[in-house]
Nanobody, 124 residues
Framework: QVQLVESGGGLVQAGGSLRLSCAAS????????MGWFRQAPGKEREFVAR????????YYADSVKGRFIISRDNAKNTVYLQMNSLKPEDTAVYYC?????????????????WGQGTQVTVSS
């Protein structure tokens, strides 16, 4: 089992920045990649960004490319999501997820471990 705990959400004005953190514990040695997803009210959970644990290869949704940066600190078993130039449409609950499969990509169904989520609200 892998346990994930997110932190860092909050309220920010449009154009501002926030950094989310996700601390992993448990059987982290089995982790192939970690990702961030988000879910706005009334919408499906969508992919935001992903990072491969071995070499930090990253992948982003088009909607956040150039604004968000995913990174990781192996020593701390922590993944970060730096969110810049935030827009009201970025408002959502953000979830950290982990997968042991190299085939998960941006498919939320491929991630077996999830955090509890952290709220991000961007005001206009």
């Amino acid at each position: 089992q892998v346990q994930l705990v997110e932190s860092g959400g909050g309220l920010v004005q449009a154009g501002g920045s926030l950094r989310l953190s996700c601390a992993a514990s448990g059987r982290t040695f089995s982790t192939y990649a970690m990702g961030w997803f988000r879910q706005a009210p009334g919408k499906e959970r969508e992919f935001v960004a992903r990072i491969r644990w071995s070499d930090s290869t990253t992948y982003y949704a088009d909607s956040v490319k150039g604004r968000f940066i995913i990174s990781r600190d192996n020593a701390k078993n922590t993944v970060y999501l730096q969110m810049n130039s935030l827009k009201p449409e970025d408002t959502a609950v953000y979830y950290c997820a982990a997968t042991s499969s190299r085939f998960s990509g941006s498919n939320r169904n491929g991630y077996g471990y999830w955090g509890q989520g952290t709220q991000v609200t961007v005001s206009s």
